[in-house]
């Protein structure tokens, strides 16, 4: 079956590279308008120069009246949003309890669950006016297991997302719009390459299909959440790890 997601206007958050970049490309290739948010501008910019109808907006997702801004300009431009893809994140890596500071915790819950929430808000009313909607939340596999490479703050963040992913498809689901989660494991992205550098033979060794992630193989999966394919599952949080966690 071909999915067609013409006549969609669909944001991606976090888009200017990596997963965020891949999920652009899916959801723009099966004909959706594609607006990318990331405080990134320029790496925004690249990914929607190749999609018609692309719009790129700088937006730190910290800052409430950034977000809302970035709403206003996405709904200004294509007057609805039908898809919301909350991407965006800050990784931060294992360091023990004790070596977190107070500040550290709040910028990293400040994009990682408050920004997600700030967007889902400022979108609210127009994917229940437009029914038919989908959003996608990231979580992550370290929220299934606990901190392996990434620090307490970041699993915390995760951990929140699916919770909110489930309280969120209650209250949008008579609206007809679906909520769901994607739950990614170890994905070969440039911070996660520079993580592990050294130590991949390891890695791949804990993970049945004996490699990481690549950035589409996470995009298929919220390619398919964000299709007519998936119009009778919300509430959902789909593990994408390569069999390393089998919930």
């Known amino acids: 079956m071909e999915i067609n997601l013409t006549g969609k206007n669909a944001l991606i958050t976090g888009g200017a590279a990596g997963i965020g970049r891949a999920c652009a490309q899916q959801i723009g290739a099966c004909g959706a308008r594609v607006a990318v948010c990331d405080i990134n501008l320029p790496g925004a910019q690249e990914t929607v120069a190749s999609l018609p109808g692309g719009l790129a907006v700088r937006c730190d997702l910290a800052d409430q009246e950034d977000v809302a801004r970035m709403a206003q300009t996405v709904l200004a431009a294509y007057g609805g949003l039908d898809i919301l893809v ?3 994140g800050i990784i931060s890596f294992k360091r023990g309890v004790t070596g977190i500071t107070i500040d550290e915790w709040d910028a990293l819950m400040g994009v990682n ?6 967007v889902c808000r400022a979108f609210a009313e127009s994917l229940k006016e437009r029914r038919g909607g989908k959003i ?6 370290s929220a299934r297991i ?7 703050h970041y699993v915390t963040a995760k951990a929140g997302i699916i919770g909110m992913t489930r309280t969120l498809a209650k209250e949008f689901g008579p609206f007809g719009v679906n909520v ?3 739950v990614p494991g170890f994905t070969e992205t440039e911070p996660v390459k520079a993580q592990l550098a050294g130590r991949e033979d390891t890695v791949h060794a ?3 299909l004996g490699r990481l992630a690549q950035p589409m193989d996470v995009a298929n999966v919220v390619l398919f959440l ?3 394919l998936s119009d009778y599952i919300t509430g959902l949080a789909i593990d994408i790890n390569g069999g390393m966690f089998m919930g």
């Open 86 to 88: 909350n991407n965006a």
């Open 113 to 118: 669950l408050r920004g997600q929430f700030l």
């Open 226 to 228: 964000v299709s007519p």
């Open 206 to 208: 804990q993970i049945p």
């Open 180 to 182: 769901n989660a994607v």
């Open 146 to 152: 606990g901190g392996i490479e990434v620090g307490i």
């Open 136 to 141: 996608v939340n990231f979580s992550s596999m």
